[in-house]
């Protein structure tokens, strides 16, 4: 990818460039409210994720498989991750919506309270850097993965060198590219654990996106299991 306005699919679909898409995550980001939910103007906001930039430059790639239509192929190039650290998670789902739509996100009630803070990245999935913001590379969705057993998939996203996105990445995906959350193509997110079987999930309800878990060894049909090629500040 060059830093460029855009470059263009095989179809005439425009593909992000890094630089360009990045600026408008963090556009995405301040219009939201980050910056006051983490205590920061917006230019100490800005600031504050300005350092990743030439990250995004440097390592993001376009689509591997044709051009940019992450409803089809679920899959990104790269995201802004703000974490836990800096805004809580009950807070950032309430601000994603699914494409086109208008109902704010929200966690499941079965987490019980207290349950969502224990539900933490695990050591392969741990975000780099301390500043509560990283950029996750290579986003795919996991569809293939759905009817699979959960178990069975975070096997194999470990066989292939691929990493688990943990909450805070899931709900960075879907706040960046809403289009990736379709019927019967959403995500698991298993590198956040609780020690338990639970394993973390972002699905449809009521037509809005819920954070919620599933068993780690059910299969659901219409639950995949997201994973990326890495991290990075």
């Known amino acids: 990818m060059t830093d460029r306005k855009s470059t263009a699919g095989s179809d005439g679909l425009p593909v992000p460039d890094a630089g360009a898409e990045f600026d408008r995550q963090v556009r995405t980001l301040t219009a ?4 006051a939910l983490a205590g920061r103007s917006p230019e100490e906001f800005a600031e504050l994720v300005a350092p990743l930039r030439a990250t995004a430059v440097e390592r993001a790639g376009a689509p591997a498989d044709g051009p940019y239509d992450p409803a089809a192929t ?62 996750l ?3 795919e969705r996991g569809e293939e993965f759905c009817g699979a057993v959960p178990n069975d998939a975070m ?22 590219v809403p289009q990736v959350l379709v019927k019967n193509k959403c995500f698991s997110l298993g590198g956040s654990r609780s020690g338990d079987r639970r394993v973390p999930a972002i699905w449809i309800s009521q037509k809005a996106p819920k954070l919620g878990w599933c068993w780690a060894g059910n299969p659901h ?12 500040v």
């Open 32 to 35: 939201l409210g980050y910056p």
């Open 74 to 135: 679920g899959r990104v190039p790269f995201v802004l991750v703000v974490t836990r650290a800096l805004v809580p998670v009950e807070r950032t789902m309430e601000l994603t919506t699914l494409h086109g739509g208008k109902l704010p996100g929200f966690v499941d009630r079965s987490f019980e309270p207290g349950s969502l803070e224990r539900f933490v990245a695990t050591e392969e999935a741990a975000p780099p850097g301390r500043d509560g913001v990283h950029l």
């Open 137 to 139: 590379f290579d986003v």
């Open 155 to 176: 096997a194999a996203v470990a066989e292939r060198g691929r990493t688990l996105l943990t909450i805070e990445e899931g709900v960075a995906l879907l706040t960046h």
């Open 221 to 232: 049909t219409w639950l995949g299991m997201a994973s990326a090629g890495g991290r990075g």
